[in-house]
């Protein structure tokens, strides 16, 4: 964002961060025509990709470190 020109606050989460940058590529659902082709499930992809973002904010506040990417305190394991 910043090589855009983009100010972004450093308390800005996840889900803030995933709305701006979906803005910022005129990505939003809103954007979408009805006529274009596939126009519907566009706009289901970025409404998940919003809330995707905040599944994984709740999951780097339960097993992040907060000090930067590629660090865990614990990892998740399956069974």
């Known amino acids: 964002m910043s090589k855009r020109g983009i100010q972004v606050s450093q308390k800005a989460d996840l889900p803030e961060l995933t709305k701006l940058l979906a803005k910022e590529l005129?990505?939003?659902p809103e954007?979408?025509?009805d006529e274009e082709k596939g126009a519907e499930t566009v706009r289901l992809i970025l409404r998940n990709l919003g809330s995707l973002t905040?599944?994984?904010a709740q999951l780097l506040?339960?097993?992040g470190s907060g000090h930067g990417p590629g660090y865990f305190r614990t990892?998740?394991?399956s069974g």
């Open 31 to 33: 954007g979408i025509s």
């Open 75 to 77: 990892s998740i394991t």
């Open 54 to 56: 905040q599944y994984l």
């Open 26 to 28: 005129k990505l939003v």
């Open 61 to 63: 506040g339960l097993y």
